[in-house]
């Protein structure tokens, strides 16, 4: 038996780079909350992205001084004009927001409870997508997409029996923020790259390289506003946490510059990534109510599938 051309492109398509950052993004998930526990947050954060700026600042001079070393991995666009940078630049100042947000809150909660309130990020992608965008659901890829959001809340229904008070609780409060003003830049993200028509991996560099700045000056103005009781240790899983995050972008962005992606879709599937955290949360961190959590976790596996095939078939 063979398969139809049609369905080998999926192998292609926008549906399996979204789900190949959904993989690494678990992985970001976990070797992040091993950095952030017991742990000053934000110099834990600061030194993540000074890694993956550095990473990023070294593929730069790739390009700069050996161009034909780097083309083949991404490098054929053109220099940027100051206007671009200026988007670009935009960008890293709303990720900076989100990332402090969410830091300070993983360092105080359980990666179980993190995970589902971070994977409602796609509802609000959606909600902007279909005001700024018109991005439409289909009828299965609709119903693929509440199923998986029923999940997601039921998950995080659960996580009220580790003692959490939904709004009374400031570091939950933080991760709502931080998942917001994350909605916000996935939109971004698909105008910069289907709009402005920037190249996705010349986004991802120089962002990451802004991103150093930022978060410098962000570090600098909060430690002098408010001193962080918790000592700095370096760990080897913080360089981790930048390697992961820039393969899973790089997936990412390589998903958004297909013309058939939905952003919304795309930010769906993405947190598939909670199935990778919610098995290294099980095995590794033995968090509470892990085995009670499984099945909402379960349906979050069969919307993802359903919502990826629906997609595929729309695409067809």
Not at 183 to 204: E, R, T
Request: proline share 4%; glycine share 6%; hydrophobic share 55%.
């Amino acid at each position: 038996m063979t398969l139809k051309f049609s369905s080998l492109m999926v192998l292609e398509s926008w549906i399996l780079l979204s789900f190949c950052s959904a993989l690494f993004l678990g992985f970001y998930d976990a070797v992040k909350k091993s950095s952030v526990s017991k742990n000053s947050a934000l110099a834990t954060l600061f030194w993540a992205t000074t890694t993956g700026g550095l990473i990023c600042s070294g593929l730069l001079a790739l390009r700069e001084f050996a161009p034909l070393t780097f083309r083949p991995w991404g490098g054929d666009w053109e220099d940027l004009s100051l206007k671009q940078h200026g988007y670009i630049a935009v960008k890293a100042v709303i990720v900076s927001s989100s990332w402090t947000f969410s830091f300070i809150a993983l360092k105080n909660l359980p990666l179980s409870i993190v995970a589902p309130i971070r994977a409602s990020g796609p509802v609000w992608t959606l909600m902007l997508a279909v005001f700024i965008f018109s991005e439409q659901l289909s009828l299965p890829q609709g119903l693929a997409f509440m199923l998986s959001l029923g999940c997601y809340v039921w998950f995080s229904y659960l996580g009220k029996r580790d003692g959490l008070t939904l709004w009374k609780n400031p570091w939950v409060l933080c991760i709502l923020l931080g998942t917001w003003i994350g909605a916000i830049s996935g939109v971004y993200d698909k105008w910069l790259i289907q709009v402005q028509q920037l190249h996705p991996v010349a986004i991802q560099l120089y962002f990451s390289v802004y991103m150093v700045v930022f978060q410098a000056l962000l570090f600098g103005l909060i430690r002098c506003i408010k001193k962080e009781n918790t000592p700095f240790e370096w760990r080897w899983s913080i360089p981790l946490v930048a390697v992961f995050l820039l393969i899973a972008d790089a997936f990412y962005f390589k998903a958004l510059q297909r013309e058939e992606a939905m952003v919304g879709l795309v930010s769906a599937m993405r947190r598939g990534s909670l199935l990778v955290s919610f098995a290294i949360s099980y095995w590794w961190f033995k968090e509470p109510q892990a085995k009670t959590k499984a099945w909402p976790v379960l349906g979050v596996a069969i919307g993802l599938a359903w919502l990826a095939w629906s997609s595929h078939n729309a695409n067809a």
